[in-house]
């Protein structure tokens, strides 16, 4: 069997057949080779000489190595989308639609700096505590007059 994908190069898996089956073992090194994503696999017969026959090919998916992954805290995530929409607000301007006699409203401006400064506060204290740095959630503010 042969694995491509990605900018990895091509893998290369022995297997045995026993009557209609064939079985392919990947080994850890090999599959740290493979990119993430799509995968195209092909099963080729060779008969060692000067014979080879592709007799089955289809594509996979290879996903992250869930081990070495951080997922993204809701926070990061919310972020990004409220980020993704105040740009999508500066570039067409719409604050809100009407689609088959429904009217949407988007968040203000306002609406939306708010749930990013809020989202970032969150993200910085989840920062902290990966770091152990302890801090407490009520802060003393002088004003002066």
């Known amino acids: 069997m042969v694995l491509k994908g990605g900018t990895a190069a091509p893998v290369t898996i022995a297997g045995s057949v026993s009557s209609d089956t064939a079985t392919f073992d990947l080994t850890t090194a090999q599959s740290l080779t ?83 400064s809020k989202y970032k506060a969150e993200i910085n204290s989840e920062l902290a505590t990966r770091q152990g740095i302890n801090r407490s959630p009520f802060r003393t503010i002088q004003l002066n007059r």
């Open 34 to 116: 493979l990119a993430t994503g799509t995968v195209e696999w092909g099963v080729v017969l060779d008969d060692g000489a000067d014979d080879r026959v592709t007799v089955s090919r289809g594509t996979t998916c290879v996903l992250p190595d869930p081990a070495a992954a951080t997922p993204a805290s809701h926070a990061s995530t919310c972020l990004a989308l409220v980020e993704t929409r105040i740009q999508g607000q500066l570039v067409n301007g719409e604050d809100s639609i009407s689609y088959l006699g429904v009217n949407i409203n988007y968040l203000s401006p306002a609406e939306l700096e708010a749930l990013r």
